[in-house]
């Protein structure tokens, strides 16, 4: 049986904006017999070096078994073209909706409203045929102030390709 994060994925789309076309990405293109890292790309990120790292670490992930990656950002479609214009290997995806991060949080009893989430909350997450195989984000809790969260040393402290890598190289068989 699935399970409801799985489920949530299924009736998920994407509207999404690539090479100056709006594109509609659901379940079976993302996510069906495919192992994917989706990791946040707020606007609070140091974006061009937290982008560049992932760009610079794209092979090695694709070398251990990942088949894309993709920047998801909930708080703005100007994540797409800016993705694009840096990096022909990073897949940007707008979560307009906000269902994405959503999902990411209820499977992981996150409690903390999805506006705050999804404009400042920095996850990242191999999904393996739609379902979490892989789970690394920065806390944000109820209680915590904004001088925390927005502090550079707080926001991906600990994230980026790096524990994804040696995650992957640390359970192949």
Partial sequence: MSSTFNQQLHALTFTTYSHNT??????????????????????ITSMYLYLQRWDNNHQQLKQNGIDD?????SDSAFICPYIERISQQIKPLFDQSQQFVSCVAQ?????????????????QVIVNNGEI??????PIKTNMSWKVIKNHRYRCHGLGPEPVLKYLIDTQQ
């Fill in 22 to 43: 709006v594109q509609t990405l659901d379940y079976e293109s993302l996510f069906d017999q495919r192992r994917v890292v989706i990791y946040s790309h707020t606007q």
């Fill in 69 to 73: 990656v993709y920047a998801v950002n």
């Fill in 107 to 123: 499977s992981q009893d996150i409690e903390r409203s999805i506006k705050d989430l999804s404009q400042l909350w920095q996850y």
């Fill in 133 to 138: 195989e892989c789970f690394w984000h920065n």
